[in-house]
């Protein structure tokens, strides 16, 4: 059966003018994550990334830790959504409901419980379709119809044994594992807000779609023994 190994990318550079730059944790954390599959005997049959600065870099030091380093595939589906369109969005509501952190907004881009708080709620408005006035937002159906027509060309596209590794974000990574353990969508953006920098999910295609066999993996980093390897942002 296909077996689909979906990789986080390291920490961006969040705050800084190109978040989607990998922070130097992030360079490190794919690089670890990149030797540790190679090390265990992995390989990948094909390696695929969204063309995300960040998506591809991470793809590119994972794809390093290999001697028969597969060729890199890009496939924009598999990018994460647009935060700043779902941010202009909905920012709006959010600080009208909530005086407090809109009279923190300056801070939203450094601080980042300030940008987690914000980031929630926004996200509920996002999933629940609330009317805004920003036609470049994707909606979270779209977002979600994305990821999972591509999960399903997958199973198509490649022989049944296939390993296929994916390096993309937490959004869509979130859909993945949604959809082959069949949690709501609301589950699926909890899960989202969960998956580590550089963390390794597994799936396996069976009959009836994706089964989950392994998900937010980080043993490459706490291996390393360095705490400030294990971020989420």
Wanted: hydrophobic share 40%; net charge neutral; aromatic share 10%.
């Amino acid at each position: 059966m296909t077996q689909l190994v979906l990789i986080r990318h390291g920490q961006a550079s969040f705050g800084t003018a190109n978040y989607d730059r990998l922070s130097e944790i992030g360079e490190r954390q794919a690089r670890l994550v990149g030797r540790h599959l190679a090390a265990s005997g992995q390989r990948f049959d094909v390696l695929i990334a969204g063309t995300m600065q960040r998506q591809q870099r991470t793809a590119e030091l994972v794809n390093k830790a290999f001697d028969d380093a597969p060729t890199i595939h890009t496939e924009a589906a598999f990018n994460e959504y647009d935060a700043d369109a779902i941010f202009a969005a909905y920012t709006p509501r959010v600080f009208a409901d909530n005086p407090e952190l809109g009279a923190a907004r300056n801070q939203l881009k450094t601080d980042r419980r300030l940008f987690q708080k914000v980031f929630e709620q926004v996200t509920w408005h996002w999933l629940a379709g609330t009317p805004h006035e920003h036609d470049s937002c994707e909606s979270w159906l779209d977002f979600k119809a994305r990821v999972q027509t591509a999960l399903e060309k997958l199973r198509g596209e490649y022989p049944k044994d296939a390993r296929i590794g994916l390096c993309s974000s937490g959004g869509p990574i979130a859909i993945s594992i949604a959809t082959a353990t069949g949690a709501p969508d609301a589950k699926a953006i909890e899960i989202n807000w969960s998956v580590y920098n550089a963390a390794v999910a597994e799936l396996r295609s069976t009959r009836d779609g994706w089964r989950m066999l392994a998900f937010n993996d980080i043993a490459a980093l706490r291996a390393a023994g360095d705490d400030s390897l294990v971020t989420f942002r």
